[in-house]
């Protein structure tokens, strides 16, 4: 594995900071300069709902960027300066919600990119937003097609992160050696869980155990029991709805389970409430969604100013106090949207073809998540795939709290690797052209 240096990624943090967005320097605003309408970036995400851990606190992230970009006057495209506006819609990850969300969005607010989960709710929206040239970006590069131009994704590491994570705890514990996974039934749990299990074969792992169970599952004594009783040595929870996880990891502490753990996504004040943090310093809880008051992104940083505009913002007792604490989303609906605007600055136009050439002609633009490349021909068919240097972090006993252990870039292992892990896919249909 490649890992980055902090030095490296502290470096360029500070650079972009410099010019307060990652996607370059915005030079003050000129007398002479045209004053254009905002670019509405539209929020199509669940609110409410079991999902909405995944879409709320996205929006405060959202609000941050917008505040850098408008405390400078708003974005040069051109010789005409955009102001940022976020419009948001609750689709409750409901496919109907979300094509309704989108119309909303593109004709009431005239947005120009939109923001999401993806899997079912993208599923929806996205015919009608290709057709009408607005940029969607779900979480995960799940949906990019070549058949959806303007889909841009990448700023969730799924499903790269699914496959650093088990790269990283075999080579922490060479030992080990059956793997079993489980996420609920969905299609980006299917695609997902393709990827993780191919990669974890690539990596030497023999897999016992790869299932799915019903996202109306309420009692999960079964479905652990049932996964143990294939006795594996770690255990992956994938793309496991954020809801479901504090219910999944009380069952694995209860049934004695005490090998690695790893997921997408983990919120520790919800876990913490069902199991000791003595059992979760000894599973590890492995996950790709670092927080941005790391002290491994080091200060001054843009993640630390990030920090700090949060606090002042949402934090307790702030003017729009969330009245919890920052987790991991807050930040993760940023990076893809520093990448629309740097494509559109340097296009020098809101054309969306214009808008992704200028991406697609990048070999790297920097967000607050990294250095993000710019591919995906070889798992998506398309090159709208932005690729940042993939965290892995691990519950901190100090801090009750996720930590960076390690930052990994994903393309070294992936191209050595690609052939056995591709092939899994197409067993399981899951290849981006068995799929459309």
Known sequence: MKSIGKMALRSAGIAAIAGALAFGALPAAQAEEEVGDPIGIGFNAPLSGPVAGWGLP????LKILADWVNSEGGLLVGDTRHMLEIHQFDNEYTPSK???????????????????????????????????GVFYA?????????TRPYVIAGEDAFPRGEMMRQLYIKNVYPGLKTYAVISQEDSAAFLGQSWEVGAAKAAGWEIVYDEHFSPETTDFAPVVTAMLATNPDAVALNVTWPDFIPLVMEQLYLQGFEGPINAN?????????KVPAEWAAKVGGYDSYPTMDDPWWGNPSMQSRFVDDWQVRFGDGAPEDVNAP???IDWLYMPIVQVYLHGAQKAGSLDPDAVLEAIRSETAIMTIEGPALISGEDMWGAKNMMSHPIPTNVF???CNCKRIISMTRFEPWFEAHKDVILGHLRESGQMWDQRQ
């Open 58 to 61: 996205g929006l405060t992230g």
């Open 98 to 132: 979300a094509l309704q969300g989108a119309k909303q969005l593109v004709f009431e607010n005239e947005v120009k990119i939109v923001l999401g989960i993806g899997a079912t709710t993208g599923d929806a929206q996205i015919p009608f937003l290709m057709e009408n």
């Open 138 to 146: 779900p979480l995960a590069t799940t949906d990019i097609h070549p």
């Open 265 to 273: 996504y983990i919120e520790w004040e919800a876990v913490l409430q």
């Open 326 to 328: 920052m987790t991991g």
């Open 396 to 398: 901190d006993t100090e």
